[in-house]
């Protein structure tokens, strides 16, 4: 997708902005990558985690799993990827929602209206008039985030000259 511009929620109190994905087979999920925008510096020193939901009737709906942790500290626009924290997770065939975390600075999530799937962005915050979760489009907006799971094997490094690359995959 082509980065068409940004959007963040803007509240001041917190809240989620995120892309459902249907997954036919299972995969382990080891990062999330997410394109932000912090030119003008307004998110500098934010703490950003990225949060896994299931889907359950068609909502997000309970946490099972978040990427490390990341403070902002460049002043760019740019594609991010954290690491799942603790490590990959196995997710099952199904549908999940990856939604990005704003804090009280608001986010510049990325986003691009090439190729929009509609009713699989979701956003929610505190004082959201649509509770507990609404799709961007009930806002009107047409898009689909720049937030990309990435799965398959974690890259292994041995730590010593005697382990192969078998026992990477163990």
């Given at each position: 997708?082509?980065?068409?511009?940004?959007?963040?929620?803007?509240?001041?109190?917190?809240?989620?902005?995120?892309?459902?994905?249907?997954?036919?087979?299972?995969?382990?999920?080891?990062?999330?990558?997410?394109?932000?925008?912090?030119?003008?510096?307004?998110?500098?020193?934010?703490?950003?985690?990225?949060?896994?939901?299931?889907?359950v009737?068609?909502?997000?709906?309970?946490?099972?799993?978040?990427?490390?942790?990341?403070?902002?500290?460049?002043?760019?626009?740019?594609?991010?990827?954290?690491?799942?924290q603790?490590?990959?997770?196995?997710?099952?065939?199904?549908?999940?929602?990856?939604?990005?975390?704003?804090?009280?600075?608001?986010?510049?999530?990325?986003?691009?209206?090439?190729?929009?799937?509609?009713?699989?962005?979701?956003?929610?915050?505190?004082?959201?008039?649509?509770?507990?979760?609404?799709?961007?489009?009930?806002?009107?907006?047409?898009?689909?985030?720049?937030?990309?799971?990435?799965?398959?094997?974690?890259?292994?490094?041995?730590?010593?000259?005697?382990?192969?690359?078998?026992?990477c995959?163990?």
């Amino acid at each position: 997708n082509t980065l068409d511009g940004f959007l963040g929620i803007g509240a001041g109190n917190g809240g989620l902005i995120g892309q459902q994905y249907t997954m036919l087979n299972s995969d382990d999920l080891t990062s999330v990558s997410f394109y932000l925008g912090n030119s003008a510096s307004q998110m500098i020193n934010d703490s950003i985690v990225v949060t896994i939901y299931d889907m359950v009737g068609g909502l997000p709906n309970a946490v099972i799993a978040q990427t490390d942790t990341l403070v902002m500290t460049d002043i760019v626009d740019s594609l991010y990827t954290m690491p799942i924290q603790g490590g990959s997770i196995n997710l099952a065939a199904g549908d999940y929602m990856v939604a990005v975390n704003e804090g009280d600075s608001t986010l510049n999530l990325g986003y691009s209206n090439t190729v929009v799937t509609p009713v699989t962005t979701w956003l929610t915050w505190p004082t959201s008039p649509i509770l507990p979760w609404a799709n961007s489009e009930a806002f009107g907006f047409n898009i689909s985030y720049i937030i990309r799971p990435n799965f398959g094997p974690i890259a292994c490094v041995p730590s010593a000259s005697t382990v192969t690359d078998a026992a990477c995959n163990t």
